[in-house]
C-alpha cells in the first residue's frame, strides 16, 4: 500500500512569490491534514480537509489556503512568500472519524514532507 | 485549547540501556488519544506507539511502552534496550475523540541521541 506522497520534496523561492504544494493520501483515506514544522515554533496545524471540505483551520493568516479534490489528493497555497515561511509542510492523512459504532483509530500516516526555503 | 508539553529537548542514552522522554499535557476532555511520533533524520514522521483515554492499561510495541497516567496527564515513553536506531526526534501529539474535525495537537519535541 503506498504511503502519503508530498511533492515537490524541495523547493526554493523569493520574498512575494507563491507555491503550491501537492499531497496524494493513502489509498482509502479521506482526511488529509498539513502541518507546518519549523525549529523555533515545532509543529503547528494549518487546516485538515475531509471530503473536499476544510473543516478546521491553524491560525495561519489567510496567505495560507488549501483545497481538497474528489480523489483525496490535497494542495495547499501560500501566497505572498515571506522569509518565516521557510519550513518544512508535512501532509498527512488518516481515515478521519466514523459515524456509528466503529471506533477510529486517530492515527495519522504523515509524508515525508515539502523543504520550502524563501529567500 | 490543549497543549502538549515536552520539557526534555535533548535526551542520550546509551545502546541497549532504558531511557524515559516525558510528555505532559493540558485538557478538559475525557475521552482522547495520546501518541509518540518518531521523526528520523529521514524526516518521515512514523507513529511508535499509541493509547486510548479510555484504557487504563499501558500501551506496548515491543521495546516501546508508556506510563500514562490519566490523573495527572502524564504520557511518558520508555525505550527499552536502546538501539542505534532509535536516534531520532520524538514528539507526543494529543488527539481528541470524535467530533467533527480532526487534528492532533503535537509537543516540541525531544531529540535522542543512541551512543555506541
Known amino acids: 500500500k503506498a504511503g502519503v506522497t508530498q511533492t515537490p520534496r524541495y523547493l526554493i523561492k523569493t520574498r512575494g512569490q507563491q507555491v503550491t504544494l501537492s499531497c496524494s493520501p493513502i489509498?482509502?483515506?479521506?482526511?488529509v491534514s498539513w502541518y507546518q514544522q519549523t525549529p523555533g515554533q515545532g509543529l503547528q496545524f494549518l487546516f485538515e480537509?475531509?471530503?473536499?471540505?476544510?473543516?478546521n483551520k491553524g491560525n495561519f493568516p489567510g496567505r495560507f489556503s488549501g483545497r481538497q479534490f474528489s480523489n483525496s489528493r490535497s494542495e495547499m497555497n501560500v501566497s505572498t512568500l515571506e522569509l518565516g515561511d521557510s519550513a518544512l509542510y508535512l501532509c498527512?492523512?488518516?481515515?478521519?472519524?466514523?459515524?456509528?459504532?466503529?471506533?477510529?483509530?486517530?492515527?495519522?500516516?504523515f509524508g515525508e514532507g515539502s523543504r520550502l526555503t524563501v529567500l | 485549547a490543549q497543549t502538549v508539553t515536552q520539557s526534555q529537548p535533548e535526551m542520550s542514552v546509551q545502546e541497549a540501556e532504558t531511557v524515559t522522554l516525558s510528555c505532559t499535557y493540558d485538557t478538559s476532555e475525557s475521552d482522547y488519544y495520546l501518541f509518540w511520533y518518531k521523526q528520523p533524520p529521514s524526516r518521515q514522521m512514523i507513529l511508535v506507539i499509541r493509547?486510548?483515554?479510555?484504557?487504563?492499561q499501558n500501551a506496548t510495541e515491543n521495546r516501546f511502552s508508556v506510563n500514562f497516567q490519566k490523573a495527572a496527564k502524564s504520557f511518558s515513553l520508555k525505550i527499552s534496550d536502546s538501539q542505534l536506531g532509535d536516534a531520532a526526534m520524538y514528539f507526543c501529539a494529543y488527539g481528541r475523540s470524535g467530533g467533527s474535525n480532526y487534528k492532533l495537537t503535537f509537543g516540541k519535541g525531544t531529540l535522542l541521541t543512541v551512543n555506541p
Open positions: 498527512a492523512s488518516s481515515l478521519g472519524w466514523a459515524s456509528g459504532r466503529f471506533r477510529a483509530t486517530g492515527e495519522l500516516f
Open positions: 493509547q486510548e483515554a479510555y484504557k487504563q
Open positions: 489509498s482509502g483515506h479521506r482526511s
Open positions: 480537509y475531509f471530503s473536499e471540505t476544510q473543516r
